[in-house]
T-cell receptor
């Protein structure tokens, strides 16, 4: 079945530091890949997505590239801010042609804390 | 457009009781999915409903059930509550576009079982 593995956290950085959160996946075919962010006391917000190999998703300074050869979708940001402190989830959705529908498979989540 | 709404936001129940959670999707979205989030198990898929039919089901016991109404609103029910059912229950509504499904999450219902 499908699975997603994220780097173990938590991650603590100083403001303006470079961020990388690793994400690798196991799936058949070409799944769609997502990063979601969860702020304290809130639900999940879609941060960015990529639907095919070599696609780069980007939003709010965050980027991730869909690498089929390494089955990875690492999240990066060049300069983090205190307001980026949250939990980040990598997720995949199987092929629409399968019976997966809109079902998402999530990684474990990575807690990011950015200190001033 | 209004976002996904979930009610109630917080709930405290006793072991053995049952509970019903409600989710109103974004207008026009026909797919509603439910997820359970716990510190130990992370985010796990419960089930998905599309046009009042269960389309997909996760690996949860039969105590967890759901339904969807003709207006796409969905409810999930947990019977005979156990302490381990304490979790944040997230609802997500989706629409299908050429790039696949776009999924939007509600704020969740925090269920505490004592």
């Amino acid at each position: 079945g499908n699975s997603v593995t994220q780097m173990e956290g938590p991650v603590t950085l100083s403001e303006e530091a470079f961020l990388t959160i690793n994400c690798t996946y196991t799936a058949t075919g070409y799944p769609s890949l997502f990063w979601y962010v969860q702020y304290p006391g809130e639900g999940l917000q879609l941060l960015l997505k990529a639907t095919k190999a070599d696609d780069k998703g980007s939003n709010k300074g965050f980027e991730a590239t869909y690498r089929k050869e390494t089955t990875s979708f690492h999240l990066e940001k060049g300069s983090v801010q205190v307001s980026d402190s949250a939990v980040y989830f990598c997720a995949l959705r199987g092929l629409v042609e399968e019976t997966s529908g809109s079902r998402l498979t999530f990684g474990e989540g990575t807690q990011l804390t950015v200190n001033p | 457009k209004a976002g996904v709404t979930q009610t109630p936001r917080y709930l405290i129940k006793t072991r053995g009781q049952q509970v019903t959670l409600s989710c109103s999707p974004i207008s026009g979205h026909r797919s509603v999915s439910w997820y359970q989030q716990t510190p130990g198990q992370g985010l796990q898929f419960l089930f998905e409903y599309f046009s009042e039919t269960q389309r997909n089901k996760g690996n949860f016991p039969g105590r967890f059930s759901g339904r969807q109404f003709s207006n796409s609103r969905s409810e999930m029910n947990v019977s005979t509550l156990e302490l381990g059912d304490s979790a944040l229950y997230l609802c997500a509504s989706s629409f299908l576009w050429t790039g696949g499904y776009e999924q939007y999450f509600g704020p969740g219902t925090r269920l505490t079982v004592t």
